[in-house]
């Protein structure tokens, strides 16, 4: 018996979050950020510890140059939101759940949790909220 040769898919083209799409989600996430009622210190913990000089030009409007960890920092703070507007149809209750004790999360708040500051924390809540939605 002869083994056939493989057809291989080549790599998703464009798969990177582009300098535009960059743009977008940093203007996204100061009105995600002011919705959750973040202080500066927060967001600037969640986007990795920018500085608040940084967050400061974010908003206002100026955002720079935008790394790859910050990016997917971005992204996974999108997929929160998007989890959080699934389970909760009222936007409001979905923003204030993140301030709220959590006993899945031992009484802390999912807030809180992210706030360790480490990417995989938000990947693990952004995980968390899509097996609670019931997400692939």
Known sequence: ??????????????????????????????????????TDFEACVLLGGISARTWARWKEGAVGRIDRDLRTRMAHLMGIHKGLRYLFTEPARGYAWIRKPNATFGGQSALE???????SDLAAMREWLDAERGAW
């Open 1 to 38: 018996m002869q083994l056939q040769a493989i057809t291989t898919t080549p790599a998703a083209v464009g798969s990177a979050i582009s300098d535009e799409e960059a743009g977008a989600l940093a203007r996204t996430t100061v009105n995600l950020f002011k919705a959750w009622n973040l």
């Open 113 to 119: 949790l992210m706030l360790r500051g480490d990417i």
